[in-house]
Nanobody
Framework: QVQLVESGGGLVQPGGSLRLSCAAS??????LGWYRQPPGKGRELVAT???????RYADSVKGRVTISRDNAKNTVYLQMNNLKPEDTAVYYC??????????WGQGTQVTVSS
């Protein structure tokens, strides 16, 4: 069974940093990424990275967030700096497996508050 397992969320003060990790149970994901769902809102793209390391970022996080992946570890990372209260959300790992099937992680809470 293919799984995506996130870790690294938590409470951080405005201006702080967090690194989220998502470990896939196997290789074969053409695209890995992160989405988030703020309180009372819909799920939105944060960033994605292809198997060839092509990246895409939401305008709201450009310059503050870096996505990377370690194909040897089947893991994708999201380094978030200069966090703002509006970054508060449940962050979900997202993966597109070879053949097009989409998988989601269970989500990890990120809260930015003083």
């Amino acid at each position: 069974q293919v799984q995506l397992v996130e870790s690294g969320g938590g409470l951080v003060q405005p201006g702080g940093s967090l690194r989220l990790s998502c470990a896939a149970s196997r290789s074969g994901f053409s695209v890995l990424g992160w989405y988030r769902q703020p309180p009372g809102k819909g799920r939105e793209l944060v960033a994605t990275i292809s198997s060839l390391s092509g990246t895409r970022y939401a305008d709201s996080v450009k310059g503050r967030v870096t996505i990377s992946r370690d194909n040897a570890k089947n893991t994708v990372y999201l380094q978030m700096n200069n966090l703002k209260p509006e970054d508060t959300a449940v962050y979900y790992c997202h993966g597109v497996f070879s053949g097009g099937r989409v998988y989601w992680g269970q989500g990890t809470q990120v809260t930015v508050s003083s």
